[in-house]
């Protein structure tokens, strides 16, 4: 079972700048295809970027395309969604995910392929 933590949530103003953290509790951490995902109020959860196991590959939401960098650091068992110029558009809940496939290495957007999730961390973004 693995678990996830998101942390580095919070309120800022928009242009703005925030650094998601998602910790996981495995050390095969680094064999992990991971995501972010993101939920606003009273809409579904949509994609937001990815990156393969070694960080070859990423994969943007074209809306968060230029203002959003995903990374990871697999000797922390982390991955970090950087987040700048912010717009209130940008207000959700954020969730990591892991994809814990053997054989898919590649930064990927089905959400439904993604097998463990954190329990989410808020960012508001005020105008």
């Known amino acids: 079972q693995v678990q996830l933590v998101e942390s580095g949530g919070g309120t800022v103003q928009a242009g703005g700048s925030l650094r998601l953290s998602c910790a996981a509790s495995?050390?095969?951490?680094?064999?992990?295809?991971m995501g972010w995902f993101r939920q606003a109020p009273g809409k579904e959860r949509e994609f937001v970027a990815a990156i393969s196991s070694n960080g070859g590959s990423t994969l943007y939401k074209n809306s968060v395309k230029g203002r959003f960098t995903i990374s990871r650091d697999n000797a922390e068992n982390t991955v970090y969604l950087q987040m700048n110029r912010l717009k209130p558009e940008d207000t959700a809940v954020y969730y990591c995910?892991?994809?814990?496939?053997?054989?898919?290495?590649?930064?990927?957007?089905?959400?439904?392929?993604?097998?463990?999730w954190g329990q989410g961390t808020q960012v508001t973004v005020s105008s």
């Open positions: 995910a892991a994809d814990v496939d053997p054989i898919r290495d590649y930064a990927h957007r089905w959400s439904t392929e993604y097998d463990y």
């Open positions: 495995e050390r095969t951490f680094s064999s992990y295809n």
